[in-house]
């Protein structure tokens, strides 16, 4: 060892190693604010910006507060099922009691939501749809999308289903969701940038996500269907939101799918004329539907519409006998959304008649014709499955095989009346846990879609423009806005 060794470790003391230490300490610092200079200013920013804190604990406290009212109206939906099975029941002639039940009940109904409520009237997506609108006044969007309303549209929605009317749930809880979240506005500091239109498409999407058990479908259908002029502000916080409501409705229903496991062979070319057969009927019905619904709200020049504006309580009844009658002719299946006839079907196990789809296409359209509260989402799932069996049966597929058919059935329908084939294809992957299937299930709704665009605009932006709001607050004393104001 050389004497120059002896003196350079004669040198290294315990402060000179503490002074090389805090050197590279300092230099490594300097080296990570030269890379990002405002890194630690946002950091200590961010830790004091105690009031942003406390608005987004409020917003995403709503948001869990939202998957839970959702819930509740799966529950309470579910039992206004039940009890109309209860009523189809009752003595002898059980069977026939909907004649009387389904038009008294509706008209009741119809009768509260125009003195009470315009605002609840039809699926609810429209109503939000409208409501993200930037010309819309605070208190317009509040006539079509508020707290108030959503819980009247849970209590109408389930009088629907307890009347047996052909509607569903999952479309309402769009509007429910949207009114349950916007509500949290008033909780919010000035400062906090969150408007009402996050919130409301944070609710809107929380409940698709809650009410399927699907928190990939609601972000989806937040941005196909309710970002066409606007983007999200505060994108990480609503995305939040909408898996928060999701994740309240696994732990309370587990972490089941919609309608069970698809149990999907192996797909073979044998198919694919039955399959491509499916989206093309599926897109025309698909948006045949769609249009009659549209029509449906504008009205023709015909006996029918006319009576509809001049009477229409006893218009709701004529419609609701009708949606009666045929309950009876398919022993029940029609009622509700579908939902056993549906899950049958992809079980393999189910049979229905050869008139059930077009049956139910009939009782789906008459139901929102009435003017009561409800959905067409679950219905048109069990519509499409019907198609997809139906041409099962006319291909000579046997039911097993027809399960891929009937999910491609309930896709493709489901894009053509929404108009949004990647939100109807999420969605119907994850309620039927359909991997095995993605390529299939998208390229089914994407055909679907486009050639019920041949037929008709997406139904959803239709039916928006056509709803009534009452005149903005400025303009309500001047005659012209009061003659305009829906009744």
Not at 366 to 391: E, K, Q, R
Request: glycine share 10%; aromatic share 8%.
């Amino acid at each position: 060892m050389s004497p120059d060794d002896d003196s350079f470790r004669s040198r290294l003391t315990p402060a000179t190693l503490a002074r090389m230490a805090r050197a590279v300490f300092s230099g490594g610092r300097h080296a990570v604010r030269d890379v990002e200079p405002d890194f630690w200013r946002n950091l200590r920013a961010e830790l004091l910006a105690g009031r942003q804190w406390i608005d987004r604990v409020v917003v995403l406290t709503w948001a869990a507060l939202t998957g839970l009212i959702v819930v509740g109206f799966t529950f309470l939906a579910e039992a206004a099922v039940h009890g109309f099975r209860q009523v189809e029941q009752w003595g002898p002639y059980g069977r026939y009691l909907p004649l009387v039940w389904t038009p008294a009940l509706t008209v009741a109904l119809l009768w509260w939501t125009r003195r009470f409520v315009p605002g609840t009237s039809g699926s609810g997506i429209p109503q939000v749809v409208r409501a993200l609108e930037d010309d819309l006044h605070p208190a317009q969007a509040a006539w079509l999308v508020s707290l108030r309303t959503s819980l009247h549209k849970i209590g109408l929605v389930s009088g629907g289903l307890f009347a047996g009317l052909s509607i569903g749930r999952e479309g309402p809880t769009v509007q429910v969701g949207a009114g349950v979240m916007v509500h949290a506005q008033r909780w919010l500091s000035p400062r906090s940038g969150i408007d009402a239109h996050d919130l409301m498409v944070a609710g809107a999407a929380a409940g698709i996500a809650a009410a399927f058990n699907t928190p990939l479908g609601g972000i989806v259908f937040a941005l196909e269907q309710l970002t066409h002029r606007r983007g999200i502000t505060h994108s990480s916080l609503v995305i939040s939101s909408i898996v928060l409501a999701g994740l309240v409705a696994v732990s309370i229903f587990g972490n089941e799918t919609y309608f069970g496991r698809l149990r999907v062979q192996h797909l073979s070319w044998s198919l694919l004329l039955p399959g491509l057969a499916v989206a093309l009927v599926a897109g025309l019905a698909g948006g045949l539907f769609a249009r009659l619904m549209v029509v449906s709200v504008r009205g023709l020049p015909d006996r029918f519409s006319r009576w509809k504006v001049t009477c229409p309580l006893r218009f709701a009844a004529a419609c609701a006998l009708a949606v009666a009658v045929i309950g009876i002719v398919t022993d029940g299946a029609t009622a509700g959304a579908g939902y056993l006839t549906t899950r049958a079907l992809l079980e393999g196990q189910g049979e229905v008649t050869s008139l059930y789809t077009l049956l139910k296409f009939c009782a789906t359209w008459l139901s929102a014709w009435t003017g009561v509260p409800g959905g067409v989402f679950a219905p048109s799932l069990a519509i499409g499955a019907g198609i997809g069996h139906d041409v099962a049966l006319f291909a000579g597929v046997g039911r097993q095989a027809a399960i891929p058919l009937i999910a491609l059935g309930m896709v493709g329908f489901l894009a053509a009346t929404t108009g949004g084939p990647i939100t109807a294809f999420i969605i119907v992957m994850e309620m039927v846990s359909g991997q095995a299937m993605v390529l299939s299930l998208m390229a089914c709704a994407l055909l679907a879609s486009a050639t019920a665009r041949l037929v008709t605009k997406p139904m959803y932006l239709e039916l928006a423009a056509l709803l009534p709001v009452p005149p903005r607050p400025a303009d309500a004393a001047s005659p012209d806005a009061q003659a305009k104001s829906p009744p």
